[in-house]
């Protein structure tokens, strides 16, 4: 194909804006596997499990924004329902939690997709908003409504969080305690709870995410298997834990990808995270932003 400075332009803002997309569907794997090394690989299967809530309250003519910030509060209950099993039965019995959990979180997937698939069937099922399907004109650029609604919740996502870790001693005690829980007893805090409100604060992320999935496209139960590389690829790129460096690497993912499509077509855009994560292992494991 023939070079071009304008498709490149094209793809560079299609990638940025898709790239916020990863970053706000991959904040909650950076709490949970980020700061809790907690192998949540169940993260996508509850992003789509946001999307299918977020439609069935579209039925009632909520948007899906709204519906998203109602999902937030039930979703951090089960978040902490979910931690609560995880700790008892998994990490509070010995070392090998980890291998023993990453079982049971993809067993947890499998549910949730066999759930859905029960209830809903394997047809795909799109929320509909009067931003879905139009689009910001800007000269010869389209630049669709529902990428900036994507571009605008990661921003509000990010920036809430880092605020949150930064500035409050619950969020400082989030960043410490997969760090040192030692440390963390002897300031004063339960470990356990600290672990469990963080979690409870990624499933509820991921409830929003899930409305910005469905806004973004058509969501199907077996949705959450292309999103597995795409959100680990984000939060080891960014370097675990790193809720600003989550958007950078969402960008960078975002981006790559988008040119990666422009050269050479569909086929190679869904390799791109996969060489990204293994390219970011060999150099510098412990990510762009990573301690």
Same mark, same amino acid.
């Given at each position: 194909?023939?070079?071009? $400075?304008?498709?490149? $332009?094209?793809?560079?803002?299609?990638?940025?804006?898709?790239?916020?997309?990863?970053?706000?569907?991959?904040?909650?794997?950076?709490?949970?596997?980020?700061?809790?090394?907690?192998?949540?690989?169940?993260?996508?299967?509850?992003?789509?499990?946001?999307?299918?809530?977020?439609?069935?309250?579209?039925?009632?003519?909520?948007?899906?924004?709204?519906?998203?910030?109602?999902?937030?509060?039930?979703?951090?209950?089960?978040?902490?329902?979910?931690? @609560?099993?995880?700790?008892?039965?998994?990490?509070?019995?010995?070392?090998?939690?980890?291998?023993?959990?990453?079982?049971?979180?993809?067993?947890?997937?499998?549910?949730?997709?066999?759930?859905?698939?029960?209830?809903?069937?394997?047809?795909?099922?799109?929320?509909?908003?009067?931003?879905?399907?139009?689009?910001?004109?800007?000269?010869?650029?389209?630049?669709?409504?529902?990428?900036? &609604?994507?571009?605008? &919740?990661?921003?509000?996502?990010?920036?809430?969080? +880092?605020?949150?870790?930064?500035?409050?001693? +619950?969020?400082?005690?989030?960043?410490? &305690?997969?760090?040192?829980?030692?440390?963390?007893?002897?300031?004063?805090?339960?470990?356990?709870?600290?672990?469990?409100?963080?979690?409870?604060?990624?499933?509820?992320?991921?409830?929003?995410?899930?409305?910005?999935?469905?806004?973004?496209?058509?969501?199907?139960?077996?949705?959450? @298997?292309?999103?597995?590389?795409?959100? $680990?690829?984000? &939060?080891?790129?960014?370097?675990?834990?790193?809720?600003?460096? +989550?958007?950078?690497?969402?960008?960078?993912?975002?981006? +790559?990808?988008?040119?990666?499509?422009?050269?050479?077509?569909?086929?190679?855009?869904?390799?791109?995270?996969?060489?990204?994560?293994?390219?970011?292992?060999?150099?510098?494991?412990?990510?762009?932003?990573?301690?």
């Amino acid at each position: 194909m023939i070079f071009s $400075f304008d498709l490149l $332009f094209e793809a560079v803002l299609f990638g940025v804006l898709l790239g916020s997309f990863y970053a706000a569907v991959s904040l909650g794997l950076s709490v949970s596997f980020g700061l809790l090394d907690i192998p949540h690989v169940a993260h996508p299967a509850l992003l789509v499990l946001g999307s299918y809530c977020t439609y069935l309250l579209g039925l009632y003519g909520i948007d899906p924004i709204v519906a998203g910030i109602l999902l937030m509060p039930p979703f951090f209950l089960l978040g902490i329902l979910i931690y @609560r099993f995880y700790y008892e039965v998994f990490e509070k019995r010995g070392s090998d939690a980890g291998v023993r959990g990453l079982a049971f979180f993809f067993g947890f997937a499998f549910i949730i997709e066999v759930s859905l698939i029960l209830v809903f069937g394997v047809d795909q099922r799109s929320a509909e908003a009067s931003y879905i399907g139009s689009s910001w004109e800007i000269g010869d650029y389209r630049i669709p409504y529902r990428l900036l &609604v994507a571009f605008v &919740v990661a921003i509000i996502l990010t920036s809430s969080l +880092t605020l949150y870790f930064s500035k409050t001693f +619950t969020g400082r005690a989030i960043k410490a &305690v997969g760090q040192d829980e030692g440390a963390l007893r002897l300031m004063g805090a339960n470990p356990v709870k600290i672990k469990q409100l963080a979690f409870g604060i990624a499933t509820a992320v991921s409830a929003l995410a899930g409305a910005v999935l469905i806004i973004v496209g058509p969501v199907e139960p077996a949705l959450d @298997r292309i999103y597995i590389g795409r959100t $680990f690829c984000v &939060v080891v790129l960014a370097g675990l834990g790193s809720m600003s460096g +989550t958007l950078a690497a969402g960008l960078i993912l975002g981006v +790559t990808e988008s040119i990666v499509l422009m050269l050479f077509g569909t086929s190679w855009a869904p390799a791109v995270s996969f060489g990204l994560l293994l390219l970011m292992l060999g150099i510098r494991p412990q990510g762009l932003f990573g301690r």
